[in-house]
């Protein structure tokens, strides 16, 4: 038998339903392909997200229009109702959790902070403070767990 010992969470689409609004902005300012907004919002955000990684400090107003994006999605987020009841079974069973986003750190305690989450999670890990998007704050959350790769569960929103 598998024994699980740590969480990681993505809070995008895992623990709230996020509005597709602002992620929508992101693709309008992005392109204008045409495209349904429906379906090249996420693909915009994403492709934002890699430019910033990519240019590191040289797209400072465009990182703080996105944090500002993100924030306003965080402000009208709804957490799912079974969130609270599930993490605090898994803290009362001793698992770790931990936060992996590739969401500014802002974004992410500012979400954690409006839903009164934060004491359920014993790590966070943004884009802002593992080095990078996407894989970096997974692999940084990982390695903080210090458990075997077999032995966590990641419970995230995209592939």
Request: hydrophobic residues 50%.
């Amino acid at each position: 038998m598998r024994v699980i010992k740590a969480v990681l969470v993505e809070p995008v689409g895992c623990l709230a339903e996020f509005p597709a609004e602002e992620f929508n902005d992101i693709a309008e300012r992005l392109f204008e392909s045409g495209l349904p907004i429906g379906e090249s919002g996420s693909d915009a955000y994403w492709y934002l997200l890699d430019l910033m990684e990519q240019a590191g400090d040289a797209l400072t107003a465009p990182t703080a229009a996105v944090e500002q994006l993100e924030l306003q999605a965080i402000d009208r987020a709804q957490l799912y109702e079974d969130v609270v009841p599930a993490l605090a079974a898994l803290k009362a069973m001793h698992i770790t959790l931990l936060v992996a986003s590739s969401l500014s750190a802002v974004a992410v305690n500012r979400f954690l902070e409006k839903f009164s989450l934060a004491p359920y999670f014993s790590g966070v890990w943004t884009r802002d403070n593992a080095g990078g998007v996407k894989a970096a704050p997974l692999r940084k959350a990982m390695e903080s767990a210090a458990v075997k790769p077999d032995e966590m569960i990641c419970l995230v929103d995209t592939a």
